[in-house]
């Protein structure tokens, strides 16, 4: 899986909880896509971390290519509702 170095020095420094395996997921197979006005593209996925029952909406900021992993976070104002 590629990375970009902003992803590898800074996303990973702050958010070290978030797993590589679920970016991969949420890129392979998202509730959604979107792109955005630069060319990146936004996914949006599924993720149930270990000890809870209820999902969260994991946000996967990639390059223009879509495989590239520039950016991810947990989106809490994503619904599952608003797919287009």
Known sequence: MKTTRYFHEQ???K???IELTW???VVAAPLR???Q???RVRFWGEVILPGETAPRYLRVVTLEDGET???AFFDRRFR???QA
């Open 23 to 25: 970016c991969a997921q």
């Open 69 to 71: 992993i520039h950016n």
């Open 11 to 13: 996303v990973r420094r």
């Open 33 to 35: 896509t979107e792109e």
């Open 37 to 39: 006005e630069n060319g």
């Open 80 to 82: 599952k509702e608003e």
């Open 15 to 17: 958010r070290p909880y």
